[in-house]
């Protein structure tokens, strides 16, 4: 069977994703580089593969595979990481719950405190994105230290899941961002126990945001 | 029994009512969020740290983000139909939710609540036209997609199109330009022949 194959730039929040989970399950790849700094995703045989033109796309035996959330829970379908995805339709459906947050509300308050805030790309550079970004992702890494102080050690209870892949990246990029930020003791810690994994420094706290 | 806290005019919850809808789950639902408040209150907070609607409490069970919730409850009432079990298919419809977070609900959100939500004076012209042009343009993407597909994974309708769903019918309810778009139009149509879509989603003004 062919290599699985990764479209995407390695310093990309949504490929760092991918290469996690491979990592973490000895899954055996190759790459691309495509994306900001490289080949740009709007080239014909880019979005011939994924007409969406985002990366990362994946290549499983012929399919094309896109989102990264999704990627990471077909992966661990498919390579039946039962342990990081359980199969009870209740432990399942807390994981997804977790990754669903990681995808939407911190996604749009990272558009401008990162993108704007940070790499001033507009249009999210507009004071306007900027501040709300700032005052919104605050506010949600607040919530998620209320969360594992309560409930953790990691996001959905006593062991590590692939919704802890999503929430490693926005934490990790918390601690780059670029502002006075508040001190969330529980998200610290959590960061902490994060590193402790070798795939974690290696693809996620390597020094980029 | 099943019982979602929402209001009925959040899209979020409009999603998990539709799911309910179409499969015909039986169920309760309260007003909370917007003018009805309660999201900061304890007994809110507890179920749902992040305060925001849909949360559903099913005999005990509570979950959130209304993408899970759509899945969840189509595991449990209609595995193998509306949520595929091959796990390609799967990733199919999913990545078609995942979508709607990553790129068509970000794009859409300023142009709503600037259109919907804020006063006129209040409104920032230039960032609710970013967002028309960023919808305008992961429709335009959709609507290529959708060429040759009765629905967004194929013949059948599935999981995937309920996120999409919502904000589809958001778009055609909202007073802006829009470029013409005739798979996304039929693909509306399609759903306006679905009864949850009718009574949850269509059927509710924007407000």
Known sequence: ?209 | MLKVYGRANSINVQKVMWIIGDVDIPHTREDVGGQFGKTKEDWYVKMNPNSVVPTIDDDGFVLWESNSIVRYLAAKHDKGGLLPTELKARADAERWMDWLLTVLGPAMRDVFWGLVRTPPEKRDMKVIEDSRTKSAAALTLLDKHLNGRDYVTGSSFTVGDIPLGVYVCRWYKLPIERPALPNVEKLLARFKQRPGFKTHVDGIPLT
């Open chain 1, 1 to 209: 069977m062919a290599k699985l194959r990764i479209l995407g730039r390695a310093n990309s929040f949504n490929v760092r994703k991918v290469l996690w989970v491979c990592d973490e399950l000895g899954i055996d790849y190759t790459r691309e580089d495509w994306g900001r700094g490289f080949r740009p995703t709007s080239d014909a045989e880019f979005m011939r593969i994924n007409p969406i033109g985002l990366v990362p796309a994946v290549i499983d035996d012929g399919q094309v595979l896109r989102e990264s959330n999704t990627i990471v829970r077909y992966l661990a379908s498919k390579h039946k990481a039962d342990h990081l995805y359980p199969t009870d339709l209740l432990q399942r459906a807390s994981v997804e719950q977790w990754m669903d947050w990681a995808n939407y509300e911190t996604s749009i308050s990272l558009r401008g405190a990162f993108l704007g805030g940070m790499l001033n790309e507009p249009p999210w550079n507009n004071p306007w994105f900027v501040e709300q970004g700032r005052r919104q992702i605050a506010k949600e890494v607040g919530q998620l230290d209320g969360h594992l102080a309560a409930a953790g050690p990691y996001v959905t209870g006593e062991a590590f899941t692939i919704a802890d892949i999503p929430i490693g990246l926005v934490v990790n990029r918390w601690f780059c961002l670029n502002f006075e930020k508040p001190v969330y003791p529980a998200v610290a810690a959590y960061y902490e126990r994060l590193s402790t994994r070798p795939a974690y420094m290696r693809h996620v706290r390597n020094g980029l945001p």
